[in-house]
């Protein structure tokens, strides 16, 4: 698009015993980091072929730290014990019941391998002794989606252009990280909530219709520049982050189906697009200036749509 810019523990078995209270010792729990790979849990192996010390997870991880004793470090018996688990490991088994994503770099960047829920694998060249964050991936995998048009997408498939990869992202984030790209923040709640709504809409329609591949062969559904909206990561601020909020369950149709919505700074620049299809982003400004809801703005731009 066209762009405008653990102490309580403690203090329990203390007072217990200062009042002569015997404590029974609490049962281990699988899901303690052990160096036991136990179910649910997602485990790294020092050594390839599911070899060497353990460092077991329950969750996703965006950076395990470099130095002792702050890292997340190898836990069980063998080759490895006691290194930190970043840019250490050599294969993996998922016990966790979603896919897990393995990254290159640390905040779930960079190149990555994914790991389907009960797999065990060598992490490949470009991962092997290059680890620095994984992710449990909750929705869909590979091309897929799960929205429809009554359905959110809970994840987009996002075609980083500079960075040549494709990332897929929560679908929440990606509208929240794309809203203050596209519209002037400090502008009238109704204009960020009718673009809040443009924006998802847009986004949506494609996660549900795009059959786009990289050169490279990868599936996306949107483009991370003005070719279609422009994303960048941990952009999100507070005007626009509460719009997308407060019109999250808002959807918009044509004939049940959701609405592939375009805007655009002018209706001037948005000239090219059929008349009814496309909403000027100042116009979306002077209609909330003069006291329109977005509801009422969206109907302005967009014919025969129903919003709600």
């Not at 989606?145 to 959110?152: A, E, F, P, R, V």
């Not at 673009?195 to 786009?212: C, E, F, I, N, Q």
């Not at 941990?234 to 375009?262: C, E, F, K, Y």
């Amino acid at each position: 698009m066209t762009t405008l810019k653990g102490v309580p523990g403690v203090l329990a078995v203390l007072v217990a015993v200062l009042v002569g209270v015997a404590v029974a010792p609490g049962a281990a729990s699988a899901a303690d980091r052990d160096g036991g790979c136990d179910s649910g849990e997602f485990c790294y192996y020092y050594n390839s072929n599911q070899a060497g010390s353990v460092s077991d997870f329950t969750d996703s991880l965006d950076d395990y730290g470099t130095t002792q004793p702050s890292c997340y470090d190898f836990k069980g018996a063998g080759n490895g014990k006691g290194l930190c688990v970043k840019n250490n490991a050599a294969s993996v088994w998922n016990r966790t019941s979603k896919t897990v994503r393995v990254y290159f770099n640390s905040n779930f960047a960079g190149a990555s391998q994914d790991f389907a829920a009960g797999a065990k694998g060598n992490l490949n060249a470009t991962l092997k002794n290059n680890n620095a964050s994984h992710e449990l991936l909750s929705g869909p995998t590979g091309c897929s989606t799960d929205g429809t048009n009554s359905k959110l997408p809970s994840t987009i498939l996002v075609y980083r252009v500079s960075l040549g990869r494709v990332d897929r992202v929560d679908f929440k984030t990606y509208v929240k990280n794309v809203l203050p790209n596209e519209w002037v923040t400090s502008w009238p709640n109704a204009s960020l909530e009718a673009g809040a709504v443009a924006v998802k809409s847009y986004g949506w329609y494609w996660a549900l219709h795009s059959t786009r591949k990289t050169s490279g062969g990868q599936c996306y559904d949107v483009r991370d520049d003005t070719g279609d909206q422009v994303y960048r990561p941990s952009s999100a601020q507070a005007s626009t982050s509460s719009a997308v909020d407060s019109t999250w369950s808002t959807r918009m149709t044509r004939s049940g189906n959701i609405l592939q919505a375009h805007y655009c700074a002018t209706t001037t620049a948005c000239g090219g697009w059929v008349d009814g299809d496309w909403m000027s982003q100042y116009g979306s400004r002077d209609l909330a200036n003069a006291g329109k809801n977005y509801q009422a703005i969206l109907r302005y731009y967009y014919r025969d749509v129903t919003v709600s």
